[in-house]
T-cell receptor
Framework: EPEVTQTPSHQVTQMGQEVILRCVPI?????FYWYRQILGQKVEFLVS????????KSEIFDDQFSVERPDGSNFTLKIRSTKLEDSAMYFC?????????????FGQGTRLTVV | DAKTTQPPSMDCAEGRAANLPCNHS???????VYWYRQIHSQGPQYIIH???NNETNEMASLIITEDRKSSTLILPHATLRDTAVYYC??????????????FGGGTRLMVKP
């Protein structure tokens, strides 16, 4: 069964450093997303991406965040200058197309720890 | 988007049916009911969705009341591996403007031997 893969599974970084979280969505999917979940809290939407541009973003997704699809397969989330409060699980998701736009396939997540 | 209300937790005996309720009294005519689950900090997993008819797939059944103000997700023979947080989400599907999912607190289902 096709799946969304995320790397690394766990990343530890120093406060102020840049991190890049990587995702390989399912190959024929058109919509891509990043969500995050702070320990013990709800899953929160960050950003959606379609046709090589951001289609929607939340208030959390401020200027320190950026997304990119550098080639035909990878989808990345960059955090420019990490803060302690960025520590969370980050989930990538993808959906096939507009008609199935809410049947999302999620990756297993990257646990980001900022120290 | 319509607001949903779910009990924070439920228990179920292994092998029995798990019935997870969701209230969505403000649902509008073009909003679908989606169910996802999250097993212990893994990525959320899509289960099923419906508009007004009852739906069934290999994972679960979804029963939507005639007035669409509430629904029930049924896991017919719960196993220990079904222990998870279950989320009921109401959204307009096929929207170019926003396909994001808004997760609430969900129902923590504990399946016990």
């Amino acid at each position: 069964e096709p799946e969304v893969t995320q790397t690394p599974s766990h990343q530890v970084t120093q406060m102020g450093q840049e991190v890049i979280l990587r995702c390989v969505p399912i190959s024929n999917h058109l919509y891509f997303y990043w969500y995050r979940q702070i320990l013990g809290q709800k899953v929160e939407f960050l950003v959606s991406f379609y046709n090589n541009e951001i289609s929607e973003k939340s208030e959390i997704f401020d200027d320190q965040f950026s997304v990119e699809r550098p080639d035909g397969s990878n989808f990345t989330l960059k955090i420019r200058s990490t803060k302690l409060e960025d520590s969370a699980m980050y989930f990538c998701a993808s959906t096939p197309g507009l008609d199935q736009s809410l049947e999302a396939f999620f990756g297993q997540g990257t646990r980001l720890t900022v120290v | 988007d319509a607001k949903t209300t779910q009990p924070p937790s439920m228990d179920c005996a292994e092998g029995r049916a798990a019935n997870l309720p969701c209230n969505h009294s403000t649902i509008s005519g073009n909003e679908y009911v989606y169910w996802y689950r999250q097993i212990h900090s893994q990525g959320p997993q899509y289960i099923i969705h419906g508009l007004k008819n009852n739906e069934t797939n290999e994972m679960a059944s979804l029963i939507i009341t005639e007035d669409r103000k509430s629904s029930t997700l049924i896991l017919p023979h719960a196993t220990l591996r079904d222990t998870a947080v279950y989320y009921c989400i109401v959204r307009v599907a096929r929207s170019r403007a926003g396909n994001m999912l808004t997760f609430g607190g969900g129902t923590r289902l504990m399946v016990k031997p």
